[in-house]
């Protein structure tokens, strides 16, 4: 079993669209979790963190369930601009993050 | 700009020959990570270097050597190079403190092409 898994997608939503992602993780020792977010042919950028209590940030949660073992990204009105890789990420150690494969995303207009 | 620089960012090797993949972080962090990207793999870790003067085998780490030279830079050597090793390598750095997580910083990557 894979230490972080996603679903690859792609999902293909509309303009103006709520589209969730879910990611689960098999380590539950796992200390922090965090969403980046990766462009084609880019490097991922972080682009939140994800706390046990959920957070926020504009049109983007995250939220953490750790007796399930999963974390989840939602995105509301979503923009053309959000067409990226999503990628579930998963400390596991000191310092030592763990990368789903990701979950493609196509904002369409 | 502040960040993690790679260099080369494009790199056609032969089978055998050997290269040196360049990082540098002007963040004053503490970890640096190279990780490789290959389609439907994800982001595999191949060596990391927790502070200046260690360094540690991740998931990845067979051909492959790595020297963290001062807090800055952080080297990956491939001695001979072989066509499973083509992919994207990507350097990262991080504040990592005992009791704290923290994301990294990427830098932009390197285009690796063994034929």
């Known amino acids: 079993r894979k230490e972080v898994e996603q679903d690859p997608g792609p999902f293909n939503v509309p303009e103006g669209a709520t589209v969730a992602f879910n990611c689960t993780y098999s380590n539950s020792a796992s200390q922090s979790f965090f969403w980046y977010r990766q462009d084609c042919r880019k490097e991922p950028k972080l682009l939140m963190s994800?706390?046990?209590s959920g957070n926020e940030d504009g049109r983007f949660t995250a939220q953490l369930n750790r007796a399930s073992q999963y974390i989840s990204l939602l995105i509301r009105d979503s923009k053309l601009s959000d067409s990226a890789t999503y990628l579930c990420v998963v400390n596991t150690g000191f310092q030592k993050l763990v990368f789903g494969t990701g979950t493609r995303l196509l904002v369409s207009p | 700009n502040a960040g993690v620089t790679q260099t080369p960012k494009f790199q056609v090797l032969k089978t055998g020959q050997s290269m040196t993949l360049q990082c540098a972080q002007d963040?004053?962090?503490?970890?640096m990570y190279w990780y490789r990207q290959d389609p439907g793999m994800g982001l595999r870790l191949i060596y990391y270097s927790a502070s200046e003067g260690t360094t540690d085998k991740g998931e990845v780490p067979n051909g492959y050597n790595v020297s963290r030279l001062n807090k800055r830079e952080f080297s990956l050597r491939l001695e001979s190079a072989a066509p499973s090793q083509t992919s994207v390598y990507f350097c990262?750095?991080?504040?990592?403190?005992?009791?704290?997580?923290?994301?990294?910083?990427f830098g932009s990557g390197t285009r690796l092409t063994v034929v």
């Open positions: 963040m004053n962090h503490n970890s």
């Open positions: 990262a750095s991080s504040e990592a403190r005992i009791g704290r997580s923290y994301g990294y910083t």
């Open positions: 994800v706390y046990s």
